[in-house]
């Protein structure tokens, strides 16, 4: 009987695929090839879990001709307490990500209707909310306050900053109660969760929309479900905090798609908002 002889590849000869050719998909494990993950969405093709990408990426997506009248763009935050490392790791998330913090605002334009539209960056250390965040966040409300403009705000974030403390847990209060006064002249505030929101942003405006608006699949919630039961002693039931699971229980008003995210809200705009 006659074998194959099985012959080893050289290591030199080993096929070298350059860095960042694949992408792993976290909800179904699927390999998928980079390129083909951006020209859909970031949307895998599989199981249709949505890929974090950019405040960028949001603005090319949603807004008309992809323009933003930035604001603020120079104001970053300092380091109250001292943190051991956080100046370097500021300056190494801005860097890396071309920007002073995790948030823009500004005014723009959805389908035509003038719009203060803010959009959060997770890239820029977990999208935590500090200083300058929640600053930037109470500035686009005042914003749309002033000018009676609708608001929306997209939000992706792991919480509050930690390094700077009770800094930090104030923008919780503050962006709540600017919210409060915009209710109060009947302006219409949207709210957009994606891939995770939770802790103090969403324990603050993520949570206040006036139509909360999720991605699929998003992890929606205020602290993770491996701490819940641990608390809990018990099991949480499955899809527990994603974006299906806060829709069936009334938290969210409609989970849609990265592919329908501009038209949707256009057409909520042409709804609540009459003016201009």
Same mark, same amino acid.
């Given at each position: 009987?006659?074998?194959?002889?099985?012959?080893?590849?050289?290591?030199?000869?080993?096929?070298?695929?350059?860095?960042?050719?694949?992408?792993?998909?976290?909800?179904?494990?699927?390999?998928?090839?980079?390129?083909?993950l951006e020209?859909?969405?970031?949307?895998?093709?599989?199981?249709?879990?949505?890929?974090?990408?950019?405040?960028?990426? &949001? @603005?090319?997506? #949603?807004?008309?001709?992809a323009k933003l009248d930035e604001e603020d763009t120079d104001l970053e935050p300092l380091d109250p307490?001292?943190?051991?490392?956080?100046?370097?790791?500021l300056k190494d998330a801005q860097q890396k990500m071309h920007m002073k913090d995790a948030v823009v605002y500004g005014l723009t334009k959805i389908g035509g209707t003038p719009t203060i539209f803010t959009a959060m960056d997770f890239?820029?250390?977990g999208g935590?909310?500090?200083?300058?965040?929640g600053e930037k966040v109470a500035r686009a409300i005042r914003a749309a306050y002033e000018k009676e403009l609708p608001l929306v705000i997209l939000s992706a974030s792991g919480g509050a900053r930690m390094q700077e403390g009770i800094f930090s847990l104030m923008q919780l209060a503050k962006t709540s109660a600017e919210l409060a006064l915009l209710n109060q002249k009947r302006?219409? &505030? @949207?709210?957009? #969760?994606?891939?995770?929101?939770t802790a103090g942003v969403m324990a603050s405006y993520a949570s206040l929309g006036d139509i909360i608006v999720?991605?699929?699949?998003?992890l929606?919630?205020?602290?993770?479900?491996?701490?819940?039961?641990q608390t809990i002693g018990g099991k949480l039931p499955p899809g527990f905090q994603r974006s299906e699971f806060m829709l069936e229980h009334g938290l969210v008003d409609i989970v849609v798609s990265r592919k329908e995210l501009r038209n949707t809200l256009i057409r909520i705009l042409n709804i609540v908002w009459k003016h201009g």
């Amino acid at each position: 009987m006659w074998f194959k002889k099985k012959i080893k590849a050289k290591p030199e000869e080993k096929l070298e695929l350059p860095d960042g050719l694949w992408a792993k998909c976290e909800a179904c494990g699927e390999i998928l090839y980079r390129k083909e993950l951006e020209k859909n969405l970031w949307m895998c093709p599989k199981c249709h879990f949505h890929f974090r990408i950019s405040c960028r990426d &949001y @603005i090319a997506l #949603l807004l008309d001709d992809a323009k933003l009248d930035e604001e603020d763009t120079d104001l970053e935050p300092l380091d109250p307490l001292d943190f051991p490392n956080y100046k370097r790791k500021l300056k190494d998330a801005q860097q890396k990500m071309h920007m002073k913090d995790a948030v823009v605002y500004g005014l723009t334009k959805i389908g035509g209707t003038p719009t203060i539209f803010t959009a959060m960056d997770f890239g820029f250390m977990g999208g935590s909310m500090g200083s300058v965040v929640g600053e930037k966040v109470a500035r686009a409300i005042r914003a749309a306050y002033e000018k009676e403009l609708p608001l929306v705000i997209l939000s992706a974030s792991g919480g509050a900053r930690m390094q700077e403390g009770i800094f930090s847990l104030m923008q919780l209060a503050k962006t709540s109660a600017e919210l409060a006064l915009l209710n109060q002249k009947r302006i219409p &505030y @949207i709210s957009i #969760l994606t891939h995770p929101t939770t802790a103090g942003v969403m324990a603050s405006y993520a949570s206040l929309g006036d139509i909360i608006v999720a991605e699929p699949g998003a992890l929606l919630g205020f602290t993770g479900p491996r701490v819940i039961e641990q608390t809990i002693g018990g099991k949480l039931p499955p899809g527990f905090q994603r974006s299906e699971f806060m829709l069936e229980h009334g938290l969210v008003d409609i989970v849609v798609s990265r592919k329908e995210l501009r038209n949707t809200l256009i057409r909520i705009l042409n709804i609540v908002w009459k003016h201009g």
